[in-house]
């Protein structure tokens, strides 16, 4: 798509006069935004930092999700119902858990099939195994659930995912405290 301008020069220190008219391209995208009531979840954590170890607590998550690309034959970024149930199914298993970082450096986690142990120096936490989720994540920020819920979401959405551009999940977990993680494609 390409724009015309016209200008009306009316003195200019080169003597351009007059009615001028310039052509400029200008390029479009399209962005589908996802936020909504159901795409909650409530979940117990503790995370480290500073190499420190925050008390367990929990925070009620909000998860949106913002996708760029190009039109499809329907003219249409995506399906939103497909985004909204994809996201949904994601949100629900992460939903009345403890999440726990399978891959930190110092937080070891150890599941044995009845129960779950989380050590961090000299503290410990032990949980039913049915309570917990074992994320593949080395901390569980709201940056990196945020990050985690993204790829998880990228997986489901299939062949479909191929023609986003760009793609931005987000986790509020204290209205208004909140992680980002942002996905751009190679191309």
Known sequence: MSVLFT?????S???ARGIHQVRCGMSESFEVHIAKAEHVFSAAHFITFANQCE???GHNYHVTA????PLDENRLVIDFLLVRRKLLEITTELDHYVLLPKQHPQIRVKENGQEVTAT???R????PSGDCRLLPVP???SELLAAYIGQRLFEALGGVAAKIERATVKVDECDGQVGVWVHHSAG
Do not use: D, Q, Y
């Not at 913002?66 to 690309?69: D, P, Q, S, V, Y």
């Open 7 to 11: 200008l009306r020069v009316k003195n």
């Open 13 to 15: 220190s080169r003597g």
């Open 55 to 57: 008390r367990l607590h």
């Open 66 to 69: 913002e996708i760029t690309g």
């Open 120 to 122: 961090f120096a000299e």
């Open 124 to 127: 410990r936490w032990v949980f």
């Open 139 to 141: 901390n569980t920020t």
